[in-house]
């Protein structure tokens, strides 16, 4: 389910908050009944109108992109800067990312049209794990990663427990590289982890998500996702299977 405002935003008949001010003008039916309630929620199933015109069901992709460092996960920048949407100039859907990553951080984003998939798939009551390697600043000790691993406080709250594992260490330059893996999706968060235990990340890379990895990707590049793959990614979600 999605709302519906979102869904007539995704579906390119206006902007989130255009969409709103026809849904509060009596613009939009919903299975022929006139809906005036922001935040409906609608799914895929159900005959929209706007204006007396159907919306159309547009085919839904599923791709898996790798994200390079220095783009934006998101459709638009107003600072013009590269957007994940670029890579996807032959697809004519209005594809976008599910969550996002860092600026500076590169890896693993699955990109759709598909709202209620994209939902499943942040949404924090779905817990899919998604593993990330860090280049730090500094060596963590074993006692260190195991505060991450117990759960860490930060400013917005204790984490869950993570699973941690220290990959190499080089001591002449001062650098470990950890493999981590988080199930939550809260702002900066891996960084803000590894500031808090007092190592900084210097590079960072989402290499998994669920049992999703980046094999036979380079940077820039991607590809769709079988039907599988989809179908597996909801069963994880809907049933806590996070891997």
Do not use: C, W
């Not at 859907?93 to 951080?105: A, E, H, Q, S």
């Not at 709250?157 to 981590?180: E, N, R, Y």
């Not at 007092?198 to 940077?219: D, I």
């Amino acid at each position: 389910m999605e709302r519906l405002q979102k869904m007539l935003a995704h579906a390119g008949v206006a902007s989130r908050r255009k969409a709103e001010q026809m849904i509060l003008d009596g613009k939009v039916r919903v299975n022929g009944k006139v809906v005036k309630e922001l935040g409906t929620k609608v799914s895929s199933s159900d005959t929209i109108e706007v204006e007396g015109v159907q919306l159309e069901k547009e085919q839904k992709v599923y791709y898996l992109l790798y994200k390079p460092r220095g783009v934006i996960s998101a459709v638009t920048d107003d600072k013009n800067r590269k957007v994940v949407t670029d890579f996807f100039d032959d697809v004519d859907k209005r594809i976008y990312p599910v969550g996002r990553l860092d600026y500076d951080t590169s890896g693993l984003l699955i990109m759709t049209n598909d709202g209620e998939f994209a939902n499943i798939l942040t949404h924090p009551k779905y817990e899919i794990d998604k593993t990330y390697v860090a280049r730090l600043k500094g060596i963590p000790a074993k006692e260190d990663l195991q505060k991450l691993e117990r759960g860490i406080k930060l400013e917005d709250g204790m984490t869950a427990p993570a699973k941690v594992k220290l990959l190499s260490g080089d001591k002449k330059q001062g650098k470990g590289i950890v493999q981590i893996t988080i199930h939550e999706g809260r702002n900066r968060q891996v960084r803000r982890m590894f500031e808090a235990i007092g190592y900084p990340v210097q590079k960072l890379s989402r290499e998994q998500f669920g049992f999703l990895t980046l094999h036979g990707l380079n940077a820039g590049e991607s590809r769709q996702l079988t039907a599988h793959e989809v179908k597996l990614l909801r069963v994880m979600a809907e049933t806590g299977k996070r891997h």
